[in-house]
């Protein structure tokens, strides 16, 4: 058990509070954990979490209300949507006809697993094994739908987590996804809201401090236990 991923945890939640996700018709619920409830609010976060793949969020966000405008959040009905008509409706999230098509692929599936509630009901390293079979669904896509729309606890990591893990001296800045994935899940509660928290916290802690460039580290809540803080200051001339 790694004692310092506790730390960080307990240092973010008190420093930013609860972060409430996954968003569902653009609103966060922090402290609530009974979201998504039912079927339709987690194919919403599916998508959002297909949509997702290299683009802000808001972009994402903006594609995922574009096809609830037109009742299309629902995998029957993407199923059936044209390709070219689907792209359209996500055009903000970028990659919009590789994104319908994926988009597609994944109703498809959910439709012939027998819908989303059967599909979570499977035991998580089968449900894993079988959302990273489906072409263009890699590991943190998988655990991001594992986690936020099945409720299952599979730690999702990002560039962030692996960014502010190498700051804080806990991995080696070419540690791989599973290495980290492994790190957050052996040091946390195996938990759905611990892990649904701690990565919202990170990604909340690398945008408001651990930025790619020029970090602001001098009011950081993690500056005491930062290994890139005191590198720093040893090597100023
Ligand atoms: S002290 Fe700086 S480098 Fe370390 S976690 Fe905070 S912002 Fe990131």
Same mark, same amino acid.
């Given at each position: 058990m790694n004692s310092s991923i506790p730390t960080v945890y307990e240092s973010l939640q008190a420093a930013y509070g609860p972060q409430g996700w996954w968003p569902i018709s653009g609103k966060y619920f922090p402290g609530?954990?009974?979201?998504?409830?039912d079927d339709a609010e987690a194919f919403e976060v599916c998508v959002g979490a297909l949509l997702a793949q290299n683009t802000a969020w808001k972009n994402a966000e903006k594609a995922v209300a574009s096809l609830a405008s037109v009742n299309a959040l629902n995998p029957q009905k993407i199923t059936v949507l044209e390709q070219g008509v689907l792209a359209q409706l996500i055009r903000?999230?970028?990659?919009y006809n590789q994104k319908a098509l994926r988009l597609k692929l994944f109703s498809d599936f959910v439709v012939c697993e027998g819908g989303l509630e059967k599909l979570f009901a499977l035991p998580l390293p089968e449900l894993r094994a079988k959302l990273l079979a489906l072409?263009?669904?890699?590991e943190e896509t998988a655990d991001s739908i594992i986690l936020?729309?099945?409720? $299952?606890p599979s730690f999702v990591v990002d560039a962030y987590t692996k960014r502010i893990a190498f700051r804080l001296g806990?991995?080696?800045?070419?540690?791989?996804y599973a290495q980290t994935k492994e790190l957050f899940e052996a040091s946390l509660p195996s938990d759905y809201a611990a892990y649904n928290e701690c990565h919202a916290l990170l990604v909340e802690h690398a945008k408001r401090h651990?930025? $790619?460039?020029?970090?602001?580290?001098?009011?950081?809540?993690l500056q005491r236990n930062c290994n890139y803080t005191k590198t720093r200051l040893a090597t100023k001339p």
């Open positions: 609530d954990y009974s979201r998504p409830r903000s999230s970028g990659y072409n263009g669904v890699g936020y729309a099945a409720k $299952k806990l991995l080696p800045e070419d540690a791989s651990c930025t $790619k460039k020029a970090p602001r580290c001098s009011d950081c809540p």
